[in-house]
């Protein structure tokens, strides 16, 4: 949690950090992927027989490399729009009988030849969580029921049975299941009315969690600040006995999901976007709790969070789904994924999952070629956010002065402020301190008084910039210093500068 003090651009702003005031525990899961049969994201992607860097399995050996250096937690599958047509059974079994299939989300024929073993053998790999997103376009309830016991059940049953005539005997133990995606949608197979997803949604969920009580179950968002938002929550987070099998303590709900993308080409509209987001998390979590008030939820069953399981810098005018979405990324996005970043960090009290959308190729940091890889600009910043910032959020006071002009959305302006310096702070476990600010401005290094970083102490320094916000050729660049008393720090134009420090 960041507070912010405005004051005149003439001002030295000063950041101040306390290492006791800690606010919550930054989940892991807040490092999430996604993966969905879209574009080269899976074929050509994570899946690539036959080219010379995939092993025996066809998984490209660079991108399992490049997730364990993200050290990705959890990676949601197969969609995305893609899920509202697909039927898992299409995808599973000896590959020579696996059917073609027309994917009207995209436009493409799927071959079917990577499904759900391949899947969970390449999470088994990364040393990554599975996280499945259900059919609720033409998919049934059985069909769903079915996946779970295929993927959870050791029981003697006609799809556990299937999973070990396919070769693997114990459960995969998949924890998270989304309960449909973007169904509120136009562009949606099958988009329904929040009074009908909301009814389908909760009686899904009972019959899921009678069959597997220990799954996630996640509920369908829009942006978190939507009609649709209001009603699903309040009708889906309540409290039924009966339907938990006479448990107290549990929930058939227990995250909510919520979408939103910016991009814009316009440097400070661009880079304060994603502040929506973290009025988005807000007003969610209040109408999450609100549901609780309202339908009388016990204490004893765990707050609900927030699941952010699509998120990033996309402008579908730009890089279009239909054709691949391949986005060519400047510093200026490398520098908003490291405001929405910050955002995650600084609402980590709602924060239970959020997922880059997506993780190779599409609207990616991580761009494969035959030869190899590239990393675009924000691959940067995820991976110094991946590694440095967990443990607990700071509590942060920023004072400095405020970027005036337009928005992206426009009703950011007098809705959540715009600082020039966006900052997030993290005490992680070894006891370390991570600040991250990130100087917004396109051509002014800001210098700025710390306070809470000892005299003397050790600060590491890491920062991601460049010549211009327009520059696709990013990088970090690390030094270390020695800390003296009274001393300001100078953060540069269009930067992402990360402090580490012993307090």
Not at 271 to 299: C, F, G, M
Request: glycine share 8%; charged share 20%.
């Amino acid at each position: 949690m960041t507070s912010f003090t405005k004051i005149p651009d003439e001002e030295r702003p000063v950041i101040s950090v306390d290492a006791t005031h800690t606010i919550a525990r930054i989940e892991a899961n807040t490092y999430g992927g996604f993966t969905e049969h879209m574009g080269r994201c899976i074929y050509g992607g994570i899946y690539d027989p036959g080219n010379p860097l995939s092993d025996e399995n066809g998984f490209r050996t660079d991108v399992i490399k490049a997730m364990k250096d993200l050290n990705v937690p959890v990676v949601r599958y197969p969609g995305g729009n893609f899920v509202a047509t697909y039927h898992w059974l299409d995808g599973v079994g000896p590959r020579e009988k696996r059917p073609k299939r027309h994917d009207l989300a995209w436009a493409g024929v799927e071959s079917n030849q990577f499904g759900t073993d391949e899947f969970l053998k390449w999470c088994e790999i990364v040393g990554t969580e599975p996280y499945f997103a259900l059919n609720f376009g033409t998919g049934t309830l059985d069909e769903a029921l079915a996946w779970v016991e295929y993927c959870n059940s050791d029981a003697d049953t006609f799809y556990a049975n299937l999973r070990r005539q396919n070769g693997r005997e114990k459960p995969y133990k998949v924890k998270y299941w989304a309960l449909g995606n973007e169904m509120w949608g136009p562009w949606q197979v099958g988009q329904m009315t929040k009074e009908a997803y909301a009814d389908k949604a909760y009686q899904w969920a009972k019959a899921l969690k009678l069959l597997d009580p220990s799954i996630v179950l996640i509920l369908c968002g829009e942006t978190g600040y939507s009609s649709w938002d209001s009603y699903v929550i309040k009708e889906c987070i309540r409290y039924d006995l009966h339907g938990l099998g006479g448990s107290t303590t549990a929930s058939l709900i227990d995250m909510h999901s919520i979408h939103i993308y910016t991009a814009s080409d316009d440097h400070l509209k661009n880079v304060t976007a994603p502040r929506s987001a973290e009025r988005a998390i807000q007003i969610a979590a209040s109408l999450i709790d609100l549901a609780r008030i309202e339908n009388k939820v016990p204490h004893t069953v765990p707050r609900q969070k927030i699941c952010f399981d699509e998120w990033n810098v996309w402008d579908p005018q730009r890089a279009p789904g239909e054709k691949g979405a391949e986005e060519a990324y400047t510093l200026s996005d490398a520098l908003a994924v490291a405001v929405w970043l910050n955002v995650f960090v600084r609402q980590a009290e709602h924060i239970g999952m959020a997922n880059i959308a997506q993780s190779v190729n599409v609207i990616s940091p991580l761009m494969t070629t035959k030869e190899g890889i590239v990393k675009q600009p924000p691959w940067w910043p995820l991976v110094l956010f991946s590694k440095y910032m967990r443990g607990q959020s700071l509590a942060v006071n920023v004072r400095c002065g405020e970027y005036e002009g337009q928005t992206s959305p426009g009703w950011i302006r007098g809705t959540v402020e715009t600082p020039w310096l966006d900052v997030s702070a993290a005490l992680q476990d070894n006891g370390v301190v991570s600040l991250a600010v990130v100087n917004i401005t396109e051509n002014r290094a800001i210098e700025t008084q710390l306070k809470g970083i000892p005299a003397g102490a050790k600060v590491e320094v890491h920062k991601v910039t460049g010549k211009s916000v327009l520059e696709r050729d990013a990088g970090i660049s690390k030094e270390d210093i020695t800390w003296p008393s009274s001393h300001c720090f100078e953060f540069p134009a269009a930067s992402l500068t990360l402090l580490r420090y012993k307090p």
